[in-house]
């Protein structure tokens, strides 16, 4: 069944929408991340412009986190306190990114952005999760080496305005979870992207959380976070596809509630592994996309769209 999106533009199958809306709906529920960094790929590759990518992902990203942070609130592993702090960090940070996103469409740079942007930060982020996963996997199976800490105490720990997380169990600066977040928002803004790819790693080994709160924490914040940068998008470049949307939040938040339910039967190494890879893969396809030589040399488009 062919549906016509008006603001990308395009026709898509329904099918295909909500296929690709309950799958990366399940990864939310899974590891505790928007999917964006997928969902926004995933609309590059079945025709839809970037820009309309971006803007219309971060509401699927909504609905799916939405759907997991329930799910964690109920069995109360969500540090409230700390996922506040981390939201005023990401709301400056959607503010920078609109503003550059905005600045580089006008430019008529913003495809290329966006498409460098996944490539060069999932490659980053990929390799380093495989490789922190892969050697928690081996402690795990090594009792010697079980009792390692999960993080360090860095430099940033010492800075001033400490605050007490207890949820967390945390005594420190609300300067790194403020920093934190405001990357998130960078990237949600530029990339379509909730920021669990990052946020969950930085809140376990460079704020020291526990893992049983940083799911559930990261939805919380990825939530707000991608609810004001849709809002903004949609206010200044009108760019936010409604048909579109609609279709990727059924999916979306069936799939997340299932991904919930799949998440709790896997070791945390077990799917640490399984996002790294999947992180990787995706960034592979966008790099070969950018390297092929495509089928047409150059396109026309109709000046002052995105």
């Not at 699927?60 to 592993?77: D, M």
């Not at 892969?134 to 795990?140: Q, T």
Request: glycine share 12%; with cysteine; net charge positive.
């Amino acid at each position: 069944m062919q549906i016509y999106l008006p603001i990308a533009e395009t026709s898509v199958n329904a099918f295909t929408l909500l296929g690709v809306g309950g799958g990366v709906g399940m990864l939310s529920g899974m590891f505790g991340v928007g999917g964006g960094f997928l969902i926004t790929p995933l609309l590059f590759f079945i025709g839809v412009p970037p820009a309309v990518a971006v803007a219309t992902g971060v509401n699927q990203v909504v609905a799916s986190s939405i759907s997991g942070v329930l799910a964690h609130l109920k069995r109360k592993t969500v540090d409230l306190q700390m996922g506040s702090v981390l939201l005023i960090g990401g709301l400056v940070g959607s503010l920078i990114g609109i503003w550059f996103f905005n600045l580089m469409s006008q430019l008529g740079q913003i495809d290329l952005i966006v498409q460098l942007s996944y490539v060069i930060f999932l490659g980053i982020i990929g390799g380093l999760m495989l490789q922190e996963s892969l050697r928690a996997l081996r402690r795990a199976n090594n009792p010697a080496a079980r009792k390692r800490k999960l993080h360090q105490h860095y430099w940033l720990h010492n800075l001033p305005f400490k605050m007490k997380f207890r949820t967390s169990g945390l005594y420190i600066s609300v300067f790194p979870p403020l920093l934190v977040g405001m990357g998130v928002g960078v990237l949600a803004a530029i990339m379509g992207v909730g920021g669990g790819f990052i946020l969950v790693p930085a809140m376990i080994y460079l704020l020291g959380m526990p893992t049983k709160v940083v799911i559930g924490t990261s939805l919380f914040q990825v939530t707000f976070v991608a609810a004001f940068t849709t809002m903004m998008h949609a206010i200044t470049n009108q760019s936010v596809d409604v048909m579109l949307a609609v279709f990727l939040i059924i999916g979306g938040v069936v799939g997340a509630q299932i991904g919930t339910r799949v998440g709790l039967k896997l070791r945390a190494e077990q799917l640490r592994i399984l996002l790294s890879l999947l992180v990787l893969a995706v960034c592979g396809k966008i790099a070969f996309d950018l390297l092929w030589t495509p089928s047409e040399f150059y396109s026309i488009t109709v000046p002052g769209r995105f």
